[in-house]
T-cell receptor
């Protein structure tokens, strides 16, 4: 069974701080996605990484896929209150996507 | 462009009553379809997925069932709801041909009373 573990589970920071959240697995994934979810809504896809060592940037968000395609990280620079939400990683390797339990981020003004 | 519709947005049902949640996708053919349940703003538990009409895979044995009567329609059902069925239910689709990014509906908040 493929599992994705996310850390930390909860993170509360002040506006302007930097942060990194992690997504780790003992399994190899052909691709890995990051989603952000706000309360009462469905998750929204942020990025997909497919190549080991790949780095993608989305404004202040930087996503990295591990060389062995077993882990990923999301780094946010100068966090803003609008970044608040649940960040989920998901791994693709068959017809079904495996999701981590998420990191709940709160950015305080 | 592709869109996904899920309804209703909220639902309050008594214990023992039936359930039917519907999800439809527009703008694509033969999508992979998924039903997830999410508890208390945490991770997503995969309930069912389907790669084609009439093809349903169940991940967790429980009081729910799923059907795919048409290519872009996915239905989550129960004959008799339990209190433990309460939660946030999400439908999603991904492009055909295997694993890929998932696109979610707005979700249904189900409260069983």
């Amino acid at each position: 069974t493929q599992l994705l573990e996310q850390s930390p589970q909860f993170l509360s920071i002040q506006e302007g701080e930097n942060l990194t959240v992690y997504c780790n697995s003992s399994s190899v994934f052909s691709s890995l996605q990051w989603y952000r979810q706000e309360p009462g809504e469905g998750p929204v896809l942020l990025v997909t990484v497919v190549t080991g060592g790949e780095v993608k940037k989305l404004k202040r968000l930087t996503f990295q896929f591990g060389d062995a395609r077993k882990d990923s990280s999301l780094h946010i620079t100068a966090a803003q209150p609008g970044d608040t939400g649940l960040y989920l990683c998901a791994g693709g390797g068959s017809e079904k996507l495996v999701f981590g339990k998420g990191t709940k981020l709160t950015v305080n003004p | 462009s592709q869109t996904i519709h899920q309804w209703p947005a909220t639902l309050v049902q008594p214990v023992g009553s039936p359930l039917s949640l519907e999800c439809t996708v527009e703008g694509t053919s033969n999508p992979n379809l998924y039903w997830y349940r999410q508890a208390a703003g945490r991770g997503l538990q995969l309930l069912f997925y389907s790669v084609g009409i009439g093809q349903i895979s169940s991940e967790v044995p429980q009081n729910l069932s799923a059907s795919r009567p048409q290519d872009r329609q996915f239905i989550l059902s129960s004959k008799k709801l339990l209190l433990s069925d309460s939660g946030f239910y999400l439908c999603a689709w991904s492009p055909p041909g295997g694993y890929s990014e998932a696109f979610f509906g707005q979700g249904t908040r189900l409260t069983v009373v």
